[in-house]
């Protein structure tokens, strides 16, 4: 494979990124190219001693997602960690989709479940004081704060859980990526 291939399908697997990475890690790996060529290599040994370009690709994208997620706690920064993690493990993903699933849909129906409780809480505190509420105005006050407050405490729960699995999968991830780099190693 020649250093244009190489790049063209290295810049295929990293497209989706921020464009001034792709441009770094692109340049990086024509360093690479150059390097090789002032030591009399040719650019196919150079090529096949770098590797597959679309295997690196999403190894890279991997990293940087987990870079993100270290970075910036955020649900975009955690979903793109977690389509980096499915794009390096495709094969491991389909053990994992059973189990992940699951509890991703878990803790999904358990968010909206704390966001009903949330507004009927509200609901609770609005209205209850101006209806018949069962135990007067300061009952139907109260119940309404506490739900509402029950509801803001399980989405802060579900919210470190949440962190806790999507922690797990990175270090699946790591963990992956460690165990088969000798093996991907020794393909090359």
Same mark, same amino acid.
């Given at each position: 494979?020649?250093? &244009?291939?190489?790049?063209?399908?290295?810049?295929a697997g990293?497209s %989706?990124?921020?464009?001034?990475?792709i441009?770094e890690?692109t340049s !990086?790996?024509?360093? +690479?190219?150059?390097? %090789?060529?002032?030591?009399?290599?040719?650019?196919?040994?150079?090529? +096949?001693?770098?590797? &597959?370009?679309?295997?690196?690709?999403?190894?890279?994208?991997?990293?940087? $997602?987990?870079?993100?997620?270290?970075?910036?706690?955020?649900?975009?920064?955690?979903?793109?960690?977690?389509?980096?993690?499915? %794009?390096?493990? /495709?094969? !491991?993903?389909?053990?994992?989709?059973p189990i992940?699933?699951?509890?991703l849909?878990?803790?999904?129906?358990?968010?909206?479940a704390?966001?009903?409780?949330f507004?009927?809480?509200?609901?609770?505190?609005?209205?209850?004081?101006?209806?018949?509420?069962?135990?007067?105005?300061?009952?139907?006050?109260? /119940? %309404?704060? $506490?739900?509402?407050?029950?509801?803001?405490?399980a989405a802060?729960?579900?919210?470190?859980?949440?962190i806790?699995?999507?922690?797990? #999968?990175?270090?699946?991830?790591?963990? +992956?990526?460690?165990? #088969?780099?000798?093996?991907? &190693?020794?393909?090359d």
């Amino acid at each position: 494979m020649k250093r &244009n291939e190489f790049i063209r399908r290295l810049k295929a697997g990293l497209s %989706g990124m921020p464009q001034d990475d792709i441009d770094e890690i692109t340049s !990086d790996y024509e360093e +690479h190219f150059a390097a %090789g060529a002032a030591e009399g290599r040719s650019e196919e040994e150079v090529a +096949h001693a770098l590797g &597959n370009p679309s295997r690196l690709a999403r190894e890279l994208r991997f990293e940087a $997602g987990f870079r993100n997620w270290e970075s910036a706690r955020s649900p975009s920064s955690a979903w793109g960690a977690i389509l980096a993690f499915m %794009g390096l493990a /495709t094969i !491991d993903i389909l053990i994992l989709m059973p189990i992940v699933l699951p509890v991703l849909g878990v803790m999904f129906g358990l968010f909206l479940a704390a966001l009903a409780v949330f507004i009927g809480g509200g609901f609770v505190l609005i209205v209850g004081p101006f209806s018949a509420f069962p135990g007067g105005i300061l009952v139907a006050i109260l /119940t %309404g704060l $506490g739900m509402m407050s029950a509801a803001v405490a399980a989405a802060a729960l579900l919210s470190i859980i949440g962190i806790w699995i999507i922690n797990a #999968l990175m270090w699946f991830g790591r963990l +992956h990526y460690r165990v #088969l780099q000798p093996a991907i &190693n020794s393909e090359d």
